[in-house]
């Protein structure tokens, strides 16, 4: 069969998954077509990773936009199924665990391409989490599964997940991180904010945190509690922007907000970081390989290896919890080990095996 596979990204996490994958696959003389579905659209949330990221410029971007969870889940499905009957890919590669992901694997699935998914196998078991929902179609959907840690794969495995198509092949992400490790700059937050001495980076945007002015509130008033001991930048993802400013997020003392950071900027910051306060999925995994202590503002997660390895705590909403812990985390020599395989090749060995799969008979 020829190789002529399509990868599909969408949204900010994506970038960094894709980067490696897509390269090794130029390097290997298989370049596949790279599509992007503009679930992402603002330039800080997309373009400036493509250059900072020395990722191929789509050959394809389908300009979808926002919208409901249903909305946007068809408009991506729509332009994605148009795209598929054009250039009729031999495979699709899929990403994480964004609706570009979910669309794109139902849609190849009923078109019988095969679908394979990068970072397969994450679970966190709470279904009212959008991306978990959308993890657990495009796992049943897909083929090929390449899994990140060990965890993964038990997760894949009691799912009754076909074993010869589950391949553990490190993080991708992590790939990313690595390779401009030593171009970080963690004095940034003086050069660029003004910042001088200790300070903690805050993310915030799942809907979990940001959607109910009360939840948010909580989660604000647990920032002003470790405010009050160190400062906070919150580089603002804009899903939140709306509740979190009428919830006085910024006249919180001690806390400065920022417009979301290109991805050297951002890892900048959190390598010079005391403390990492997130509800993202990717910076528990960041944190950990940067060794910076991570309190994930979540009841569960679905990378526990970075808890019972990394230097990441679940520390929910709860004000109180957030300080305490904030506290006694900064009191202590930060601890953690990097996850097997988290060792900068995980791009190398996807590619290898994509390629090996599409030349086997
Ligand atoms: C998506 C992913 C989430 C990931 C996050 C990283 C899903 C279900 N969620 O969440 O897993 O952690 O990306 O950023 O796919 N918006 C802009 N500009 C943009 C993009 C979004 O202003 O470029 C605003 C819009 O108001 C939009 C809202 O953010 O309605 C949410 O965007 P959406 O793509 O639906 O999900 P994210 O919250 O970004």
Redesign the pocket.
Known sequence: MTFHHMHIV????NFMKAGPVVRALHEFDKPPLLVHTG????AA??EIFFEQLGLPQPNLNLGVG??S?AE?TARLMVALEEVMLQHEPSRVVVY?????TLAASIVASKLHIPVAHVEAGLRSFDRTM??EI?RVVTDVLSDLHFVTCPEGVDNLRSEGIHEDGIHFVGNPMIDTLLGVRDALDPTIAERMFGLIGTYGVVTL?R?SNVDDPAVAARVVEGLARVAKVMPLLIPL???GRRVLTEVGLFETPGVTVVDPLGYMDFMSLVSGAALVLTD??GIQEETTVLGIPCLTMRENTERPITITMGTNQLVGNDPDRIAAVAEKVLSEPPHGRIPPLWDGRAGDRIARILVDVASSP
Not at 10 to 13: F, K, L, V
């Open positions: 969408g949204a900010r996490p679930q992402h659209y603002d949330m997309s926002s919208g969870h946007q994480g665990d964004i609706n570009s959008p991306e959308n945007h809907p993802h804009p899903r993202s999925g």
